[in-house]
């Protein structure tokens, strides 16, 4: 039978979620349809021995009043839902070779710490944090409403521009401390990515208190309470075409479902698969794939012995080597490690969670196998991996092997076979400076009422994927999705 709604919503990851929530609050009735059993996507929890462990959400920025980030939360109404434990004091402790930096949030602050740290560069830090804040707080909800982006910083690389700042290796290196959270590349990042999430970071940095399940739980919520559906095992496996538009969506089991719009939070070239329609070009497709995605990720989660490593609220970026840039050091160099605030037992961390870039070619050879079967080698070469960085934490903590209790890894395999993107991506597809345009994804697609969203079309993570929900959604309703 088939079952009617206003939209249909493909995923139910952060986009997915993101985008039901708005549009329910717009008066909709949507529909989400996930492949999982679990809603979440890339930023699904799984559960070891009491443990809840988020995979693909850690921290976010700009959360502070006014920014960005939570201005997004108070249009969607759920500002007051969620419970943040914002970071104070040193929010990063970055370790670049044997030397070691504080680094705490606010722009002010920020400055002040990087002159510490190289007072005879005081001219070039603040040469450069005058471009990142103007082109972070040139991202306004109006602005953004407006379409009103810098094109040079768009089409200026992030390490070319940092050169031009300073030719201290120390503090070029310094400025890129959190590139792994947009998968930095030397050859390809734009100023304005670079910008745009350091300067969401050094805004203000929070995570969830009790961890992302309760945040889809929220977007959940809203949705059903607004008689929208969330439905899980429900892969969606064709696009009925007629003429210019999307009649209804088929999934794995057969079941048929309609409504007037189609919005696809998925990969784009898995959203390509789902049709042939001529309406979409072939050279449109042959665009799409040629496309490249984003490295992969390596992840382990540790469950502490008891009373055994101290909590700290700060983040760990560290690097036994002065290659710091992600795609420089793919799964040999730099890891970011964090204690969750909500595996806090008094002063001690319950767990412990580290994740590190890495290449899919490393596993592609294991494509086609089922994850319940890979091999002992498998298993080996990912106990390997994990051995690795502990030998690397050790300096920092010794004996920090000997404080561990059980641990679990994942590599681009698992989030190949949990939310199908291809390759195992972390953060979908790359938007090169060089090609800008070349690799931008409009929102609108020549079907009349399918929409994209989601980490691949704009930028990735909370604030990226948020920010393309909210023009996703606004095609649908109109610009008072933005009241
Ligand atoms: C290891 C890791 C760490 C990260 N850390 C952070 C962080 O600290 N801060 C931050 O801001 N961001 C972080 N990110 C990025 C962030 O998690 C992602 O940008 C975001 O979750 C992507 O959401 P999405 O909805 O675009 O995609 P997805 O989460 O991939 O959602 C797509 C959904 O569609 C479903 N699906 C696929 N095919 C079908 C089908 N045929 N039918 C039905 N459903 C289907 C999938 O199962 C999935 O649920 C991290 C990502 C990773 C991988």
């Not at 839902?81 to 920020?110: C, H, M, Q, R, S």
């Not at 603040?126 to 990142?132: A, M, N, S």
């Not at 970071?201 to 889809?216: D, L, N, Q, R």
């Not at 080597?321 to 964090?338: A, L, P, Q, R």
Request: hydrophobic share 35%.
């Amino acid at each position: 039978m088939k079952k009617t709604f206003d939209t249909v919503i493909i995923g139910a990851g952060l986009s997915g979620l993101l985008c039901g929530t708005l549009l329910s609050k717009k008066g909709q009735r949507v529909c989400l349809l996930e492949k999982n059993n679990n809603i979440g996507g890339a930023i699904q929890t799984f559960t070891r021995k009491g443990v809840t462990f988020d995979t693909g959400m850690h921290f976010f920025g700009s959360v502070g009043k006014g920014q960005i980030q939570r201005e997004i939360f108070k249009i969607i109404g759920i500002d007051e839902k969620v419970d943040l434990i914002e970071k104070k004091g040193t929010a990063f402790n970055v370790i670049i070779n044997d030397k070691e930096y504080e680094i705490p949030t606010g722009f002010d602050n920020f400055q002040k710490k990087l002159v510490e740290y190289f007072p005879k560069e005081k001219h070039s830090v603040e040469l450069y944090l005058k471009r990142i804040k103007s082109i972070y707080n040139n991202l306004t909800i109006e602005n953004l409403y407006k379409g009103i982006v810098n094109k040079t910083d768009l089409e200026t690389g992030a390490f070319e521009f940092i050169k031009s700042i300073t030719d201290n290796i120390d503090l070029q290196n310094l400025l890129v401390f959190n590139n792994s959270l947009y998968a930095g590349d030397k050859e390809t990042t734009s100023l304005y990515m670079h910008a745009v999430i350091t300067g969401s970071y050094i805004s203000s940095t929070a995570e969830f208190k009790e961890g992302t399940k309760s945040f889809t739980d929220v977007l959940k919520n809203e949705i059903i309470q607004r008689s929208g559906v969330v439905l899980t095992t429900k892969e969606v496996v064709r696009l009925e075409t007629v003429k210019d538009i999307i009649t209804s969506c088929i999934c794995s089991d057969g079941s048929e479902y309609t409504a007037e719009n189609f919005i696809s939070s998925l990969h784009p070239s898995l959203t390509l698969s789902l049709t042939d329609s001529n309406c979409l070009k072939s050279i449109y497709r042959k665009r799409i794939l040629g496309l490249n995605n984003s490295a992969g990720s390596f992840l382990v989660y540790i469950i502490m012995k008891d009373s055994a490593f101290k909590y700290n609220s700060s983040i760990f970026f560290i690097n036994n080597s002065d290659k710091v840039w992600s795609s420089e050091n793919k799964g040999k160099g730099s890891f970011t490690m964090y204690t969750p605030y909500s595996g806090k037992s008094g002063e001690y961390a319950g767990f412990v969670e580290i994740v590190r870039s890495m290449d899919y070619e490393e596993v592609k050879n294991l494509k086609n196998t089922r994850s319940k079967l890979r091999s002992e080698e498998y298993k080996q070469f990912k106990k390997d991996k994990a051995e690795d960085i502990f030998e690397i934490i050790s300096k920092i903590y010794p004996n920090f092997k000997d404080k561990i209790e059980e641990y679990y890894t994942s590599t681009p395999l698992t989030y190949n076979d949990y939310t199908g993107i291809p390759e195992g991506s972390m953060y979908g597809i790359v938007k090169s400076y060089k090609t800008f345009f070349e690799s931008s994804i409009s929102v609108r697609t020549k079907i009349k009422n399918l929409f994209l969203t989601g980490q691949s079309i704009n930028f990735h993570g909370m604030l990226g994927v948020s920010i393309t929900s909210l023009l996703t959604c606004s095609l649908l309703t109109g610009a008072e999705i933005y009241d």
